[in-house]
């Protein structure tokens, strides 16, 4: 009786752990092919390997070259210059190179242009 109690309890300890697993190797999958991530297949394949570290990876990847629009609050990566969703403007591009820059960054991290306070 003790036994068997274990050993179901054991069962549904891996099943817990299986639908986790798999959720999250699902959810990686379904997120970064939402975002048109051409990895997503590998991203989900990596989600199968462990717990939760890719999981973990993938946040820091994906959700640290992200940023919200502010019109129209959809994500974005943080080096575009306007928004793909509903054409805001989120910066201004390098006049010189065309990279992406902050509105008051003085120089272009890519080509090393300054600009003065006020230019472009
Ligand atoms: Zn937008
Ligand atoms: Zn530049």
Redesign the pocket.
Known sequence: MKLDFFSILGVIIVFIVLVFWLGQSLWIYLDARNKNNRFAILWGILGLFNCPIPLIVYLIVTRGNEKK?P????A?ERNMVI?P????SLGKACKSCGAFMEEDWEYCPHCSTKYEKGDN
């Open positions: 629009c019109n129209c609050k959809k974005v928004c969703h509903c054409g805001y």
